[in-house]
């Protein structure tokens, strides 16, 4: 009886110590679940947390600006958000603060983000008035040579309204005879000089005064014949073959030139061109047989 009751005692106490067992057992596995999951929900949280960092570290990289203090500004925020993923992916780093760090930058990257905004309208605008301002210069300039332009048109036409303009040209031959009387000739042999007869016309524009005007009688190969009594070149260099002064006042005047050659002129015709200055401002023609 004594053993069968031992065996009872002994049964009843490893029954105890198996349940007992097992229910140790049983707490230890649901904590290691709930650690488990612990880690699976920090785990989770760890990576959205280094999945926004990189959001808002290319949200960073994004941003562009020739400001060089904003982008000193930029580069060190970038650089705090390297330095707050790399705690996070060691573990040596508080999730609730990174988190807070990043708000923080967010915010900062917003302001950043109205400021290169502002500065870009800026900038718009300034090129839109700098645009503005090239065109108004451009048009003023434009104008200015415009004016320039017909400043130096007017200019050409009041000079060459001043010029004197010849009409009624006529050249004749002249034979001198013995007696001193002149008779005009067609014969080259007996031409002693050559007789150019014209007649300015009136010019209220042109000014008063003394005229000097000159004659180039070319033969036919195109030369211009020199004159018995006038220098062969004027001052400013032009050949000419007879010289005369008039006295013009602005009104149709009549007048004559007498060319005088150096010798027996020629058969063959003759081109006169009667000259102020250097312009010519009439002509005639000469044919002595």
């Known amino acids: ?31 290691i679940e709930a650690i488990e999951g612990d880690n699976a929900v920090l785990t989770l949280e760890r990576d959205q947390v280094i999945f926004d960092l990189e959001k ?9 600006t020739e400001n060089a203090l904003m982008l000193a500004e930029i580069a060190d925020q970038r650089g705090h958000i390297d ?8 573990g040596n780093w508080e ?9 923080t930058l967010r915010s900062i990257m917003k302001g950043y983000v109205a400021t290169i905004d502002s500065l870009n309208q800026l900038n718009l605008a300034l090129i839109d008035e700098n645009d503005q301002m090239r065109a108004r210069v451009e048009a003023i300039q434009e104008r200015n040579a415009n004016l320039v332009e017909r400043q130096q048109n ?14 009624e040209a006529s050249a004749t031959g002249i034979r001198v005879l013995s007696n001193g009387r002149q008779r005009d000739t067609d014969r080259a042999s007996r031409t002693s000089m050559v007789k ?16 000097t005007l000159h004659l180039q009688v070319k ?16 001052a400013a260099g032009t050949p000419v ?17 007498f060319y005088m050659p150096r010798g027996t002129l020629p058969a063959g015709a003759y081109v006169i061109e009667l000259l102020e200055g250097a312009e010519t401002i009439g002509g005639a023609q000469l044919v002595l047989n």
């Open 219 to 234: 033969n036919a190969n195109g030369e211009i014949l020199a004159g018995e009594r006038t220098a062969d070149i004027t």
């Open 83 to 90: 330095r707050l993923m790399t705690r996070v992916k060691n």
């Open 95 to 103: 999730l609730g603060k990174v988190k807070k760090e990043a708000e």
């Open 241 to 257: 073959s007879a010289t005369r002064d008039v006295d013009y006042n602005n009104e149709r005047l009549e007048a004559c030139i």
């Open 154 to 167: 007017m200019e050409e036409m009041i000079v060459a309204g001043q010029t004197l303009q010849a009409a």
């Open 196 to 211: 150019f007869c014209f007649t300015l016309l009136e010019n209220r524009i042109a000014k008063a005064g003394t005229k």
């Open 56 to 64: 808002l570290r290319f949200s960073y990289d994004t941003l562009s």
């Open 1 to 31: 009886m004594d053993s069968q009751r031992i065996l009872i005692a002994v049964s009843a106490v490893l029954a105890f110590l198996c349940l007992f067992l097992g229910l140790q057992l049983f707490q230890k596995g649901e904590t």
